[in-house]
């Protein structure tokens, strides 16, 4: 889909579907208001009304969109709006679309770009590459869309360009998140990274299990020794560090598959496990958004990746790990597994001595039921790091909720025979998992994200989600980065 800017009115240019967002309170151009109940159609949030104009009106059939008040329009009004027109033409098989938000802009020209960018092409995503069956329909794709504005516009050019770039962020996420754990193993998943280290300028390392047993990444080795595919740590490197480009690490909980291990998962909660990786299809997708954007940070994505499975020489309950660190962590559940590959790319993460380490994993069942899918958990051992990170949630309606992170949590995974147990019982569980990670990053300011709930969506929560994965955490981290992490 190629989106380009245009000056005009939507009335006067030609298109197989026009969609014209309109303000609640404020009337309809005069060649559209007599072809509508007034009742019908109020233009409040993400409210359509379809008509099919003749006479005057060029194009062939006008999409109504609402946004509700002008005076009250946020970023995310118009990028559901725009998902909403996008998949109104996919059903259309309407190959020419124009879209029009006319009049005064309330919101910063840039953003307003951006929002309706992403909500265009990440409303359109679709993953298809399974399916024999399509109807037409289905698998029609928009070729073009242009933006209408009233006036020539720089910063809405560069929102849109800038917004088309984080849009394919999140859709290698999704890509990824929607793969079959028997088509996206670790090694498939170290591949990928391969890849987008050709498409962009990232440097990508892989170990290898060899490696991994010579560097001590017990970790890792534990978790993926009873798959048939072998585990992998991946390194992708955007930028030098110097002065005044900050490194952050990101790191991602890569499990291309959790069966729970010998813990095993009833059958019910294993059906959604390939988005065990969910976390690395953040890390994915923000490494390649900041490397298309070329921001001016030093930024190092770590993603340790294994499949969680059971056989002879599965790791038991019971077992005692030592990982990268040195640190020895006592198995009681071999579905706590997260946390374990964790620990070693938390400390992994130390050698850089960054700013921040920020990590996301689809890491615990408990935050589903804390929060629901309408927030991703948050804990962090830094306030003012999680403060920029929450309003950017905010900015971009990936919103972050925060968990304590007190100490009395700590006590409640320590063990007797070893360092650190990997589960504190029922009580707390998505904050026992954050204060397991918090031992291993030392001192650096360290995020936590636990988007078990949030990455993978059964009903989509947003007019650009599809059932699925939803590539949570990219557009947020793209924000933070772009505004706060100066
Ligand atoms: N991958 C799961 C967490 C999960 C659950 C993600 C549901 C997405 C949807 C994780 O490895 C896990 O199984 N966690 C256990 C931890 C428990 C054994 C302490 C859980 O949440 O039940
Ligand atoms: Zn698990
Ligand atoms: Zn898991």
Request: charged fraction near 20%.
């Given at each position: 889909?190629?989106?380009?800017l ?5 009335l006067?240019e ?8 309109t303000?609640?309170e404020?009337a309809?151009p005069e060649?559209?208001a007599?072809?509508i109940?007034?009742?019908?159609y109020?233009g409040?949030p993400?409210?359509?009304?379809l ?5 005057a009106?060029v194009?062939r059939?006008?999409?109504l ?8 329009l946020?970023?995310n009004t ?8 996008v998949?109104?033409?996919q ?8 879209i029009g938000?006319?009049g005064?802009m309330p919101?910063?020209?840039t953003r307003?770009?951006?929002?309706i960018a ?12 399974y399916?024999t ?9 928009v070729?073009?869309v242009?933006?209408?504005?009233d006036e020539?516009n720089?910063?809405?050019q ?9 849009a ?10 929607n793969?079959?754990g ?11 990274a391969v890849a987008?280290g050709q498409?962009?300028k990232?440097t990508?390392t ?5 490696q ?6 017990g970790?890792i ?8 595919s ?6 992708m490197?955007?930028?030098t560090?110097?002065?005044d480009?900050p490194?952050?690490c ?16 009833p ?8 988005s065990d ?21 030093h930024l ?8 969680n ?9 019971g077992d ?10 006592e198995?009681l ?7 374990i ?16 380490i ?9 935050v589903?039921?804390a929060?629901g ?11 003012a790091?999680m403060?920029a990170l ?6 971009t309606?990936e919103r972050?909720w ?5 100490d ?6 320590k063990s007797?025979i070893?360092?650190?147990k990997n589960?504190?019982?029922r009580?707390a569980?998505?904050i026992?998992?954050?204060a397991?990670?918090a ?9 936590h994200f ?23 955490g990219?557009r ?5 980065l ?5």
């Amino acid at each position: 889909m190629d989106v380009t800017l245009k000056q005009g009115r939507i009335l006067d240019e030609a298109a197989d579907l026009a969609i014209l967002a309109t303000y609640a309170e404020e009337a309809l151009p005069e060649a559209i208001a007599g072809l509508i109940e007034a009742d019908d159609y109020k233009g409040t949030p993400k409210q359509t009304a379809l008509i099919y104009p003749r006479g005057a009106v060029v194009p062939r059939r006008v999409l109504l969109v609402g946004l509700g008040k002008r005076d009250e329009l946020k970023a995310n009004t118009l990028r559901q709006a725009a998902a909403i027109g996008v998949q109104q033409a996919q059903k259309l098989q309407a190959a020419s679309v124009t879209i029009g938000v006319h009049g005064p802009m309330p919101l910063d020209e840039t953003r307003a770009g951006q929002a309706i960018a992403e909500g265009l092409a990440l409303g359109a995503y679709r993953f298809l590459r399974y399916r024999t069956n399509l109807k037409p329909e289905e698998s029609f794709a928009v070729s073009s869309v242009a933006l209408l504005t009233d006036e020539a516009n720089a910063a809405t050019q560069a929102g849109v360009t800038q917004g088309l770039a984080i849009a394919r962020g999140v859709t290698l996420a999704r890509d990824l998140v929607n793969t079959p754990g028997g088509d996206l193993t670790p090694p498939d998943l170290a591949d990928a990274a391969v890849a987008l280290g050709q498409r962009v300028k990232v440097t990508v390392t892989v170990l290898d299990k060899t490696q991994l047993e010579e560097g001590g990444f017990g970790g890792i080795l534990a978790v993926g020794r009873a798959s048939k595919s072998e585990p992998r740590f991946i390194i992708m490197e955007y930028g030098t560090p110097s002065a005044d480009t900050p490194t952050i690490c990101l790191v991602g909980k890569g499990l291309t598959f959790d069966s729970g291990g010998l813990s095993i998962k009833p059958a019910d909660a294993m059906t959604t496990m390939k988005s065990d990786m969910g976390g690395s299809a953040t890390v994915f997708g923000t490494v390649q958004a900041v490397a298309e954007l070329g921001l001016p940070i030093h930024l190092v994505g770590l993603v340790p990746s294994a499949e969680n499975m059971i056989d002879g020489d599965a790791y038991r309950v019971g077992d005692i790990i030592k990982t990268l660190s040195g640190k020895t962590i006592e198995v009681l559940n071999t579905d706590a597994e997260g946390r374990i590959i964790l620990a070693d790319a938390l400390h992994y993460a130390q050698q850089y001595q960054p700013k921040a380490i920020i990590e996301f994993s689809t890491l615990t069942g408990a935050v589903i039921i804390a929060l629901g899918a309408y927030a991703t958990g948050m804990m962090g051992t830094d306030q003012a790091l999680m403060d920029a990170l929450r309003q950017a949630g905010e900015a971009t309606s990936e919103r972050v909720w925060q968990l304590p992170l007190w100490d009395e949590y700590k006590e409640m995974i320590k063990s007797e025979i070893a360092d650190i147990k990997n589960i504190g019982g029922r009580p707390a569980g998505s904050i026992t998992a954050g204060a397991f990670l918090a031992n291993f990053v030392g001192e650096y300011p360290f995020v936590h994200f636990d988007i078990a709930a949030t990455g993978f969506e059964e009903k989509p929560t947003q007019a650009y989600h599809m059932a699925g994965g939803t590539g949570v955490g990219v557009r947020l981290m793209v924000e933070y980065l772009q505004h706060y992490a100066k």
